[in-house]
């Protein structure tokens, strides 16, 4: 048995009166890669949030790394958040900074590494994904396939053992989308534990260990990707997938 | 017109300028600093400094700068013991005024920021106020150039209303030549071209820095 890197238990999440997440239950063992479906409003992006606690839960637990954490108050939160990366669907990178300083800042920070260490790290993550020339460029003047593929070299800065996508190619161009994916596959064959909210199926069916479909605040179906996508069990599950395939 | 008049008052009356651009750069560079903190409090997590905040803004807010400065050099020496002086009572109060409304601007400047990047910097294990400083007010001090601008040209101005405690800027200056001479006309169109040069000059100042910072 793998060592376990997350564990969710009945996880609850609401906004007001909105219940979103409704007791969710899951395990994501070293090196898997998990990928979440669903229709919008699902709470597919709310429960990806969750396991960093950009989203505060409003019940239940997460534990990463044997770490149990219930809320975002927890003394320990940054050094679990330094361990988990997370890919934001607008990139997020820091405006402000050269792409080079966006992936120094926080090894140099969090970490304590220094300067010439930063550099030499985040020079190597940015030919990983095949940016290396545009180290002294502000994010600004590149295309979204590109800010997408520095965001994913940011979060490998931090040497994280699990990355987090929230649905990293929704705000790209079509024709930008397999440039992102393909560096997503590569991380996922080196063995990187990762948990994908996305709606490329092709690459859910591909790349993924696990298949989730979420609906309604809770998980309805998941399973191997092949089982999932052409034996769907569920009458949820077959009316998404009639609709989006 | 009295020109010889005017000729002979011009130089007290820059005197009375240097006074007035003084007061006003000290009272607006620690309305920053106060403005800075206050601004960051207002949104901060923790509940007593949010609270502080609010009280402070709402009480400088609320009640007009002349009674706040005679507030600070009439009733505060009661309370302390003390004499205060003209100047540090000024600044004091022209100070604490700027504050109020600077920490608005902060504030304002702070929430322009997409939540986005606090997000990013938090997911990278960065602390709230790492985040804070690494990465969202570099961003915010560019936005809010201008409203700061608009700040330093209002206190400008207001800083006149410290003539009532008879510190010698460049309105009461004005003041006190009229009183010798009762030249109204000539000195206050003069006090006025005076404060409207300054304002003008300062305004062209602003834009120039915000292009810079634009371009970049």
Request: neutral net charge.
């Amino acid at each position: 048995m793998k060592n376990e890197m997350i564990k969710i238990e009945n996880l609850h999440k609401s906004f007001g009166q909105l219940e979103v997440l409704k007791g969710v239950n899951l395990t994501v063992s070293e090196g898997e890669v998990v990928v979440i479906i669903g229709p919008s409003g699902s709470g597919k992006s709310t429960l990806l949030r969750c396991i960093n606690f950009l989203e505060e839960p409003t019940g239940g637990s997460i534990t990463i790394n044997g770490e149990k954490i219930t809320n975002s108050q927890h003394p320990k939160i940054n050094e679990i958040r330094r361990e988990v990366g997370m890919v934001f669907q607008k990139f997020n990178l820091f405006p402000h900074m050269t792409v080079l300083q966006n992936l120094m800042l926080a090894p140099m920070k969090v970490r304590g590494i220094n300067e010439e260490e930063a550099k030499e790290t985040a020079l190597k993550y940015l030919s990983k994904v095949g940016l290396a020339e545009k180290a002294n460029v502000y994010p600004e003047n590149l295309s979204g396939g590109q800010q997408q593929r520095v965001a994913i070299a940011r979060a490998l800065c931090m040497k994280p053992m699990a990355l987090l996508f929230d649905e990293p190619t929704s705000a790209l161009d079509p024709e930008m989308i397999n440039e992102v994916l393909d560096v997503m596959k590569n991380l996922a064959n080196e063995g990187m534990t990762m948990v994908v909210v996305t709606h490329e199926m092709g690459f859910a069916k591909e790349v993924g260990d696990r298949v989730l479909f979420v609906d309604g605040g809770n998980i309805q179906e998941e399973g191997n990707p092949n089982e999932i996508f052409d034996h769907p069990k569920t009458e949820r599950m077959r009316a998404f997938l009639s609709k989006i395939l | 017109m009295d020109f010889d008049l005017i000729t002979h008052s011009i130089p007290l009356l820059i005197q009375g300028t240097g006074v007035t651009l003084e007061i006003t750069a000290v009272a607006v560079f620690i309305g920053m600093c106060i403005g800075c903190l206050m601004g960051i409090m207002r949104i901060c997590n923790w509940k007593i400094l949010r609270i502080i905040a609010n009280v402070y803004i709402d009480c400088i807010r609320g009640t007009p700068l002349l009674v706040q400065i005679f507030i600070v050099y009439f009733a505060l020496p009661a309370i302390i013991g003390a004499r205060i002086e003209k100047f540090p009572a000024a600044v004091i109060a022209c100070s604490i005024n700027s504050g109020a409304y600077v920490a608005e601007i902060f504030r304002a400047g702070i929430q322009s920021i997409d939540a986005g990047q606090m997000e990013a910097g938090r997911s990278l294990g960065l602390t709230w106020w790492q985040t804070m400083r690494f990465i969202v007010l570099p961003q915010a001090f560019k936005r809010v150039i201008p409203p700061l601008g608009n700040e330093f040209i209002a206190m400008l101005k207001d800083s006149s209303l410290v003539s009532v405690i008879g510190f010698e800027e460049l309105t009461r200056t004005g003041q006190l030549i009229i009183s010798r001479t009762y030249a109204s006309l000539e000195i206050w169109t003069c006090v006025a071209l005076i404060y409207l040069f300054m304002v003008l000059v300062v305004a062209r100042f602003v834009a120039k820095l915000e292009k810079r910072f634009e371009t970049k």
